[in-house]
């Protein structure tokens, strides 16, 4: 009955997870839930947030690796502690790993290709003073331009031919997914259809107006870096503590095998969500929309 009361609040926890993470059953005008999608607006579409982050699993399979990590970290806390309610932080926190790796991983190749973009349109800029037309310049990026986006840019030669420039320039669009490349990309087309002298122009205020974004990210990462050190450590310490207690028999096991100690581990999980939703809603940055991303089927932007 123990194990059973623990899976169930495991799955309840998680559920709660899901859903404070955006992840919400869509309804229709009716009220009818459609199926569960993940929020628009603000957030990156799930099969667009694993391409950003370079997986390869399609979204089935990551909520698959992430359950089957925190079933099996369940069991095998449960096991050794003989107290599956205690196994259940740790359970969600082993769920939530793939997740935070891939969102670290995602945030290091978005900070790349952004960092990378004032280096890139210089390249640029310097092929078209020395006589290249713009799409040569461009294309010119898979082999000379800055290491993280080459490999964005290593097949554009055969898009541009397949697509056209403005049509190429828009699959990159789509490959990066940040609103800092979309400004960047529709910067470029404009220049293309002005052509002439003003391309140098636009291309050196776009390189300006690109650094001193870049530079204003660094410094709100820089601010809330600390914060969010501290945070995460205060929610994962006490569990810790709490699984090192209960791994030998003793008072600390038999209590958290007790009603009272249920009792107490459902109270602390409940404090503990509260307050990760908290903690994560007073650290959340803004995150900025993606003006010129195209519509979605539904009309929002993707």
């Known amino acids: 009955m123990r194990v059973l ?53 399609n979204p089935s399979q990551f909520w698959a690796l992430g359950a089957f990590a925190g079933v099996v970290t369940f069991v095998v806390v449960a096991a050794v502690t003989r107290a599956p309610l205690v196994a259940i932080a740790p359970a969600i926190a082993a769920a ?25 349109l210089r390249e640029v800029i310097a092929a078209v003073v020395a006589g290249r037309s713009l799409p040569h310049a461009v294309t010119a990026l898979g082999e000379f331009g800055p290491e993280p986006l080459r490999a964005v ?22 490959r990066l997914a940040d609103p800092t490349s979309d400004r960047v990309v529709e910067v470029l087309i404009v220049a293309h259809e002005q052509g002439g002298s003003i391309v140098r122009d636009v291309l050196d205020d776009l390189v300006v107006a690109t650094t001193k974004d870049l530079k ?21 310490l006490p569990w810790a503590v709490l699984v090192a207690l209960t791994l030998r028999p ?45 519509l979605a089927p539904n009309g929002d932007a993707g």
Not at 27 to 36: A, E, I, K, M
């Open 5 to 57: 009361a623990g899976l169930c609040a495991a799955l309840s926890a998680a559920v709660v997870v899901s859903l404070l993470a955006g992840h919400r059953p869509a309804r229709n005008r009716r009220g009818h839930t459609l199926g569960r999608r993940p929020t628009t607006g603000t957030r990156v579409a799930r099969a667009t947030w694993l391409q950003q982050a370079g997986v390869t699993l």
């Open 96 to 120: 939530a790993v793939p997740h935070v790796v891939c969102s670290h991983r995602r945030n290091v190749r978005l900070r790349a290709w952004q960092a990378a973009w004032p280096d890139a």
């Open 153 to 174: 840019f290593a097949d554009f030669r055969v898009l541009m031919r397949v697509f056209g420039f403005a049509g190429a320039l828009e699959q990159v669009k789509e």
């Open 250 to 294: 003793g008072p600390f096991r038999d209590f958290y095998q007790s009603t009272a100690g249920v009792v107490v581990l459902l109270g602390a999980a409940v404090l503990s969500a509260l307050g990760a939703t908290w903690l994560g809603r007073l650290g959340r940055q803004p995150a900025e929309p993606r003006v010129f991303a195209p």
């Open 216 to 236: 204003v990210l660094d410094e709100i990462d820089t601010e809330g870096l600390e914060m969010r050190i501290n945070a995460r450590a205060v929610l994962v």
